[in-house]
């Protein structure tokens, strides 16, 4: 006979952290993917430059947690559709610094306008001390 197994895959912290963002992200990629054909490693490259200005590959992966790798793939994929532009460092030859370029800056400030929109809308069933509770315990989480 088999022994029971309480373990609730669904209460899960880093499962249900991870259906919540998965769930919580479908909406706003349907419209940076329709609207830009974007994937979601390019709108955070976008946002990262839209909010921090000029900034290396290696800043963003580094602020966006992500692998370099990611990161150069969406850098190439923004600078052929002339999202943003690559300046070479003068002194390391082996970085650029990036910035947007009028369209990318124009891109950026309609998806700001629509993620402000959109993060009302996921907390709109809460009230205003949940959502900053929530708010507060992922950056904690996030560490």
């Not at 349907?30 to 921090?52: A, N, P, Q």
């Amino acid at each position: 006979m088999t022994e029971k197994d309480d373990f609730d895959l669904h209460l899960f912290l880093p499962y249900l952290l991870n259906q919540a963002a998965e769930e919580s992200s479908l909406a706003f990629q349907r419209v940076y993917k329709s609207r830009y054909g974007m994937l979601r490693t390019e709108w955070r490259v976008l946002f990262h430059l839209g909010i921090y200005g000029r900034m290396t590959a290696t800043e963003i992966g580094q602020r966006a947690r992500t692998h370099k790798t990611k990161i150069s793939r969406a850098v190439q994929r923004l600078a052929e559709r002339r999202f943003l532009q690559r300046t070479p460092d003068e002194s390391d030859r082996r970085s650029e610094h990036l910035e947007l370029t009028h369209a990318g800056l124009a891109a950026y400030r309609e998806l700001r306008q629509v993620a402000r929109e959109y993060d009302a809308a996921l907390v709109r069933d809460l009230t205003a001390d949940e959502s900053a509770t929530l708010r507060r315990l992922l950056v904690k989480l996030a560490g």
